[in-house]
Structures are given as structure tokens and as C-alpha cells.
């Protein structure tokens, strides 16, 4: 007895699928084989049925997020496509999308400072996810401008790593400073 899962079900569509196989990065050596099979002949070898071939070929995505190199042979059959982290403006939009309570000001302040991490060493830099986050913390602590008793009290929402959290901690003040002073700037226009 075999339980279709999402890589065989992907195969046994009539119509064609859309297969998504998110952070691949993440997953072992031994699925990285089985995808091989899949990606090149669109097929899968189960040793208790047989070769299973696709009835129609499945569109597949892979995501990573480079936590590990994936191998030469699983890159060599896929399309490579790095997108990078949206601008000010875009990330801004995202937010006010999914945070729209967020005061307009507060929103440029912590999408600026979001921005100016990702400039730092990082073990792990905050994402768009932790962004939104950030937000939501932020409104929920009624919080109307950053400061650096916030964001140091804060911080873990958007940093992983206690590493990363220490080794910000210096930072602090320079990159609110930097972010008012270009706020206010930007204001005064």
C-alpha cells in the first residue's frame, strides 16, 4: 500500500501541476538524488511498484535560501533566479499591506533601520517576515517612532542570533541617528 504524496501526486496529474519544493537547501542528500530523477526524466522509481512517469510535465520550483550549497547536478536542471530584498519604497508598500495600522512615519523609520541591518556582518539578516513582525510588535507596544531603549528592547523580533544581537548593540545609536537625521531630511522637503 502507497500513499500518494505531493511529488507523486505532481506526477500522476492528468492536466499538469505546479510543484513547489521550498527550501530545498534544507532537505538531504537523499532527496536531493530523488529530485535528480524527477527533474531530468520526470519520473520516479519506487522499488515495490516500479517507474512511475509523468503523465503530463509537472512545472517545479525550487526555493533556497542558501543555507547550504545545493549539488551541481540538481543546479545544472533548474533556472537559476536570485531575487533580492525589495527597495525602501516596495518594502514600505509590503508592510503598510500587511500591518496597515502602522503610523506612516514609524513605517519609514523601521523599514530605513530593517535596511541598514542588512548592510551589517549577519549570521542570519532580518527578511521581509521579520519586518512585518517588527511592525506588529511595534504596534502593539503603541510605539509612534523609534528610539534606541525600543529597538534594543525589540531586537530579538528582527535578529536570531545572540551573536548578532551583541554585536549590534554598539551600532544602535549611529544607525537611529543616521535614520532620523535622513527622516527628517526627507520630511523638510
Known amino acids: 500500500f502507497l ?8 506526477m500522476q496529474q492528468e492536466k499538469g501541476a505546479i510543484l513547489l519544493i521550498d527550501e530545498v537547501d534544507k532537505s538531504d542528500y537523499e532527496f ?6 524527477i527533474l531530468s526524466d520526470y519520473q520516479i522509481s519506487i522499488p515495490e511498484i516500479g517507474t512511475i512517469v509523468a503523465r503530463t510535465t509537472p512545472m517545479v520550483f525550487l526555493t533556497s535560501n542558501n543555507t547550504r550549497d545545493i549539488s551541481d547536478a540538481l543546479k545544472r536542471r533548474c533556472l537559476h533566479l536570485y531575487i533580492p530584498f525589495p527597495s ?15 503610523d506612516a512615519h514609524l513605517r519609514h523609520q523601521l523599514v530605513e533601520f530593517v535596511h541598514s541591518l542588512r548592510q551589517l556582518d549577519l549570521k542570519k539578516v532580518p527578511a521581509i517576515s521579520e519586518t512585518i513582525d517588527w511592525a506588529r510588535s511595534l504596534l502593539l507596544l503603541h510605539a509612534d517612532q523609534l528610539d534606541e531603549e525600543l529597538v534594543r528592547s525589540t531586537l530579538n523580533v528582527l535578529l536570531k ?29
Not at 525602501?88 to 502602522?102: A, G, N, Q
Not at 542570533?161 to 522637503?189: V, W
Request: no cysteine; net charge negative.
Open 88 to 102: 525602501v519604497e516596495l518594502e514600505e508598500r509590503i508592510v503598510r499591506s500587511r500591518v496597515p495600522d502602522v
Open 161 to 189: 542570533f545572540e551573536d548578532d544581537i551583541e554585536n549590534t548593540q554598539g551600532s544602535l545609536a549611529t544607525m537611529l541617528r543616521e535614520k532620523t537625521t535622513t527622516t527628517s531630511a526627507g520630511e523638510a522637503r
Open 32 to 37: 536531493e538524488s530523488l529530485l535528480l530523477e
Open 3 to 10: 500513499e500518494p504524496r505531493p511529488l507523486l501526486k505532481a
